[in-house]
């Protein structure tokens, strides 16, 4: 059986950065989730990825992201990796 190994990285950011800090998380791959959740711990929106997802299919993703942004003054970005 194959199992994946996946790890937990968590990023405390600025919301005028989070924008740009999921963009690159995603760009850079082996990522099966991200979960951004605001300061108290309270998961503001969690989005699953799958290999393929880019570009203009993350659009309104980003856009939603953004919105949370513009709320918050801080949050922590909970990344699920794949280990190879």
Do not use: D, H, W
């Amino acid at each position: 059986m194959n199992e994946e190994k996946v790890r937990k990285e968590e990023f405390t950011i600025s919301g005028e950065k989070l924008v740009s800090t999921v963009k690159k998380l995603v760009q850079e791959g082996n990522i099966r989730r991200v979960t951004i959740n605001n300061k108290e711990g309270k998961t503001l929106i969690e989005i699953p990825l799958t290999f393929g997802v880019v570009g203009a299919l993350l659009l309104p993703t980003l856009a939603a992201i953004g919105a949370i942004a513009a709320l918050v003054t801080e949050c922590t970005i909970v990344v699920e990796k794949i280990e190879e």
